[in-house]
C-alpha cells in the first residue's frame, strides 16, 4: 500500500516556474515507477511524465519536453515536478501517482495503482 500526498502547486504568472512534490508513505516506494498526470477543466487526464525507480530514466509527454523535469529522492520518499516557462495551457489539477510498469504502459492510467489527491497549478496569461 503506497498513499501519496501532493504539494507545491499555486497561482503562476505565463513563464513562472513552480516544483511539485509528491510524498509517498509506505517502505516500497523505491519498487514503483512515478508519474505525474494533470486534468484541466473539462478535459480527460494525461500524462505529463514519469520516472523508473532508480531515478536514472525519465519520459515526458510532448507538451512539456523542454520544460518540466521529474526527480524523485528515495531517501525522502518524495518525486518532484519542476515545472519552468508555464503556459496557460498548463492550468490543470497535477496528480502523481505510482505503477509498476516502465515501458509502454507507463503512459497509461489504468496501469496505476495508487494516486494522490491533486494540487491546483493555475497559470494567469
Known amino acids: 500500500q503506497v498513499q501519496l500526498v501532493e504539494s507545491g502547486g499555486g497561482l503562476v504568472q505565463t513563464g513562472g516556474s513552480l516544483r511539485l512534490s509528491c510524498a509517498a508513505s509506505?517502505?516500497?516506494?523505491?519498487?514503483?515507477?512515478m508519474g505525474w498526470f494533470r486534468q484541466a477543466p473539462g478535459k480527460e487526464r494525461e500524462f505529463v511524465a514519469a520516472?523508473?525507480?532508480?531515478?536514472?530514466?525519465?519520459f515526458n509527454a510532448d507538451s512539456v519536453k523542454g520544460r518540466f523535469t521529474i526527480s524523485r529522492d528515495n531517501a525522502k520518499n518524495t518525486v518532484y515536478l519542476a515545472m519552468n516557462s508555464l503556459k496557460p495551457e498548463d492550468t490543470a489539477v497535477y496528480y502523481c501517482?505510482?505503477?509498476?510498469?516502465?515501458?509502454?504502459?507507463?503512459?497509461?492510467?489504468?496501469?496505476?495503482?495508487?494516486w494522490g489527491q491533486g494540487t491546483q497549478v493555475t497559470v494567469s496569461s
Open positions: 501517482a505510482a505503477t509498476r510498469h516502465w515501458g509502454p504502459k507507463t503512459m497509461i492510467i489504468r496501469e496505476y495503482d495508487y
Open positions: 520516472v523508473i525507480w532508480s531515478g536514472d530514466s525519465t
Open positions: 509506505g517502505r516500497s516506494f523505491s519498487t514503483y515507477v
